[in-house]
């Protein structure tokens, strides 16, 4: 991290967008993981029935501890709830497991940003190693040297974190569309699931601004490295 007159112009926004964005998740999830539905099922039970009616009978879908740990697994073609969704009877817990369920509606359809995604995760797991030992290393050998490097780095994430936004968005559309054509919740309930699905797609929106942000920033610094 490099310290100057622009840093809290690229560093602060994306910090407070962080916060807020996790803040409304938390808010959200808290306030409907207390209303049930009307169908009474749960976020497992949900996962399953979508699955089922997509022909996905085979796929598992599994408890894991941890909070809001919830995510689908494209290389084992799994998913994965934690133990307050995968129980849980609420709107929360079953829009949450709906999503997740979502994803693997993207896979059997071949949806291309996802699969975009999925072949940019080994590079991105490289670039966010390299963030870690840039910071690192730049306390010793001065974080100047290291600029290229960061920008390559935070390219990539950036690029990962755009196509991440699609395959989000897409998949709480598909979640809620399934929820309301098998009845596992009204009309009257659908609003509700979308604040709850909103609120989590928003963490990602932050996420992408952020490292924009850092990646804007660094190019900056190399840019007036270059005019001097």
Known sequence: MIIDQYWWVFYIPGLLIGLYAQMKLNSTYNRYIKEGLSSGVSGAEAAREILDRAGLTNMPVNEVPGHLSDHYDPLKKALFLSSENFHGRSIAAVGVAAHEAGHALQHKAAYAP??????????????SQA??????????????????????????????????LPVEFDASRRAKEQLLRLGLVQNHEGKAVGKVLNAAALTYVAAMVASLLQLLHFIMIARNSDRD
């Open 131 to 164: 963030v870690f030992w840039i910071t690192l290393l730049g306390m010793f050998m001065g974080m100047m040297k290291l600029v290229g490097i960061a920008i390559v780095a935070f390219t990539v994430i950036t690029a990962f974190q755009l196509v991440t």
């Open 114 to 127: 996802l699969n975009i995604r999925m072949a940019m995760v080994p590079v991105t797991n490289i670039a």
